[in-house]
């Protein structure tokens, strides 16, 4: 399956990094009841951002629910040597990977190591990094990620540079290539970002600080128009 499959015109994506984790299958649960179809899961390993945040053993306890519903699980690697653990997530039942343009040496041959273990590649980059640098190397990625914040925590305001930075990819890279953007998505940014030109838009905080994440879900899926 590739994200060809799982895109329906456009996806919000709950990040679990921000989900309640003494409840997260039923909270996984709830939004595929929702129609939600692809998650975003964050890994942190405390050296490419300060927390470590969760691993393939999270990962591998909510991969089955989600597949077993259509879904799929998109693991955004924001850790340094990322190539080791494509395999890891991979076993745990990850779909795609996406590693960070200033974590590697090589972005094509990172790429082609995601392909080699059957996962869709995508490449991150942090709002310091011109994104003329990410989309020179990353034509081959499934996905390209425009951080809207520096990477590490939910709950960061949205950097309006990210408007300006998504329509520069969207005239750069190829049509097949999905833009995603992460970190402080919202009510407030959904519509222009995707009307710029993003197609996958990462939520935690808007959809788990809310009261009745399924809703909050739904409101953002009707809020893109
Ligand atoms: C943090 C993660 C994000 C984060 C987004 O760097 O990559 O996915 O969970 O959280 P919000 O939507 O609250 O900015
Ligand atoms: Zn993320």
New binding site residues.
């Given amino acids: 399956m590739t994200w060809t499959d799982w895109v329906r015109g456009a996806e919000v994506e709950p990040?679990?990094?921000?989900a309640d984790f003494a409840h997260l299958g039923d909270q996984v649960d709830a939004l595929l009841d929702a129609d939600c179809r692809v998650f975003?899961f964050?890994v942190?390993d405390g050296h490419f951002?300060e927390p470590i945040?969760m691993g393939p053993i999270v990962l591998q306890s909510i991969t089955p629910q989600v597949h077993a519903r259509g879904g799929a699980m998109d693991v955004?690697l924001?850790v340094e040597s990322p190539a080791k653990y494509f395999e890891p997530v991979k076993k745990a039942g990850g779909d795609s990977v996406t590693f960070h343009f200033e974590a590697v040496d090589d972005v094509g041959a990172t790429i082609a190591a995601a392909r080699a273990q059957g996962l869709q590649a995508g490449v991150?980059f942090n709002p310091e990094t011109s994104p003329d640098d990410v989309a020179a190397v990353a034509s081959e990625a499934d996905i390209v990620l425009c951080?809207?914040?520096?990477?590490?925590?939910?709950?960061?305001p949205?950097q309006e540079a990210a408007f300006g930075r998504v329509a520069r990819l969207r005239e750069l890279l190829p049509e097949r290539v999905h833009i995603q953007v992460?970190?402080?998505?919202?009510d407030a940014n959904i519509r222009e970002l995707h009307a710029n030109g993003a197609t996958l838009l990462?939520?935690?905080?808007?959809?788990?600080?809310a009261g009745d994440p399924p809703g909050a879900y739904r409101s953002l899926v009707q809020a893109l128009g």
């Fill in positions: 990040s679990l990094y921000g975003h964050d942190g951002i945040t955004h924001m991150a951080m809207s914040i520096h990477p590490g925590y939910s709950g960061q949205f992460d970190g402080g998505v919202g990462v939520a935690a905080s808007s959809i788990f600080a």
